[in-house]
Nanobody
């Protein structure tokens, strides 16, 4: 499985960005996808997750109400719409694939495949 992120960049506080993550290599129809981020000097943290099937998603409290994760099953692509961005959202954002089953996971160790990351910088 290969995951390729895109859409990062520099934006002013209050602005928006839309990240994408295209998956290839094998069908991910029964799996879940997640977004994580890592700021300099900090641990990687959970942002959001979504199942490929069903209307099930989860968000970190810090982004709830501002970020929306969605998917396009036909394109094997997930998106992260980020609105009302804050300087503290600055980080490298990674998408990840969970090949397991069950509930959505917030622990990075539960994810099996990772993208290369895309930088998001929010200026104040």
């Amino acid at each position: 499985v290969q995951l390729v992120e895109g859409g990062g960049g520099l934006v002013q506080a209050g602005g928006f960005l839309r990240l994408s993550c295209a998956a290839s290599g094998r069908s991910l129809g029964s799996h879940a996808m997640g977004w994580f981020r890592q700021a300099p000097g900090k641990a990687r943290e959970f942002v959001s997750a979504i199942k490929w099937i069903g209307d099930v998603s989860k968000y970190a409290d810090s982004v709830k109400g501002r970020f929306t994760m969605s998917r396009d099953n036909a394109k094997n692509t997930v998106y992260l719409q980020m609105n009302s961005l804050k300087p503290e959202d600055t980080a490298v954002y990674y998408c990840a694939a969970d090949t397991g089953r069950g509930t959505l996971q917030i622990n990075a160790a539960s994810y099996d495949y990772w993208g290369q990351g895309t930088q998001v910088t929010v200026s104040s």
